[in-house]
């Protein structure tokens, strides 16, 4: 079983039932030594320590991801706040990435379809 597998196992009873996991990193605390992950579910992102901590988490919408490769630092963040994981592999981290910019571009297109509906009549 991988590290990762071992980290979900421990940290899936902080996602809902009708959440869909999509993508998840593994790192270490900015700051610290602990082992988080970075769960990427269809509504949020959280991030979640290995104890029985309370995760922290951040909406889906708005979020995008970076990824510096000297310290391989992952950054979530939106107007809402910033969650971050150090020593991250450079493979988790761009499909976080990607996920993310998948997810904003599909919310900005289906804006715009909402908009061609729209007729603007002079008064």
Known sequence: MSRTDRVLRRTSHHLAAEEVLLGTAVGLEVDGRRRQALLLTDQ??????????????????????????????????????????????????????????????RLRSRASEDLRHVRIVPA
């Open 44 to 105: 949020r992102v959280l991030r979640v320590g290995l104890r029985r901590d309370a995760p922290d988490e951040l909406p889906l919408a708005g979020s995008r991801a970076t990824f510096d490769e000297v310290g391989a630092i992952l950054t979530v963040s939106n107007a809402a706040g910033c969650l971050e994981l150090r020593d991250v592999e450079r493979a988790a981290a761009e499909r976080v990435e990607l996920l993310l910019g998948w997810h904003r571009s």
